[in-house]
């Protein structure tokens, strides 16, 4: 393990507005809020920032041309029930399957909406990576991460336990990835990740395939993974 995942950040013009979805919608907590950043805690373990962009260009899903990057996976005891609540908040129904609806939530970004009738609460199953190669993306997380390759089917793979917070990854057949900091390529999410020491924590994670990007502040610097998805790694100071 090189770092923890301490964070999973949305990109969005309207970060109360989005906060105020969130928590309506799944009722999770805004733990702290300022003009720039937001964040909410969740009863099964995740944290979720929201990040001020203001020039922040949604996804248009399913266009590759304005693709999503990733997505969260909510789980739902009642579907119907649960899309009806969400497009009450300001969510836009995309699609609707047997087991599964995918929607945009105000800021523009798809989720999905699962039902699970054997919890009444709504869960954070797990985030799913969009990549061009997912046995690729799913063994450099594995490693930066810590956690176990749990799942690898054809084009998809999962690391981490049901329950821990797991990440999940998707192929794409025309990925794109982001080009940040371009507005116009925006990298819509991206992962907050803690390390013990920086300069060690660097040198591992471009040993696996990161790629260092400009940005860096007191305790963070912005790196690219292998499929030019931004991260940031954080460290106390």
């Known amino acids: 393990m090189i770092g923890e995942l301490k964070t999973v950040v949305l990109d969005a ?37 929201l990040q001020n962009a203001p020039d922040h260009m949604p996804p248009r899903w399913p266009d590759p041309a304005y693709p999503q990057q990733a997505h969260l996976d909510l789980r739902v005891p009642d579907l119907a029930a649960a899309t009806e609540r969400a497009v009450a908040l300001g ?87 982001p080009q940040w900091p371009d507005s116009a390529h925006p990298q819509q999410l991206h992962l907050d990740i803690t390390v013990g020491d920086i300069e060690a924590g660097e040198r591992a994670a471009l040993a696996i395939g990161a790629t260092r990007l400009p940005g860096e502040g007191d305790n963070w610097r912005v790196y690219a993974d292998p499929a030019g998805k931004p991260f940031c790694l954080l460290w106390k100071v």
């Open 13 to 49: 013009r309207d970060i109360a507005g989005l906060s105020a979805f969130y928590t309506g919608l799944a009722g999770w907590t805004q733990a702290y809020a300022d003009d720039d950043w937001v964040t909410i805690t969740t009863d099964d373990g995740w944290r979720i920032g």
């Open 91 to 177: 969510a836009t129904l995309l699609r609707e399957n047997e087991s599964w609806h995918t929607l945009a939530d105000p800021a523009g970004h798809p989720f999905d909406l699962c039902r699970n009738t054997d919890d009444p609460k709504t869960t954070l199953m797990a985030v799913m990576v969009d990549c061009p190669d997912a046995k690729e993306l799913s063994t450099f997380y594995a490693e930066l991460l810590g956690k176990p390759i749990t799942y690898e089917g054809e084009g998809m793979a999962m690391i981490g336990q049901e329950g821990a917070r797991p990440l999940m990854f998707q192929q794409i057949e025309d990925y794109r990835a």
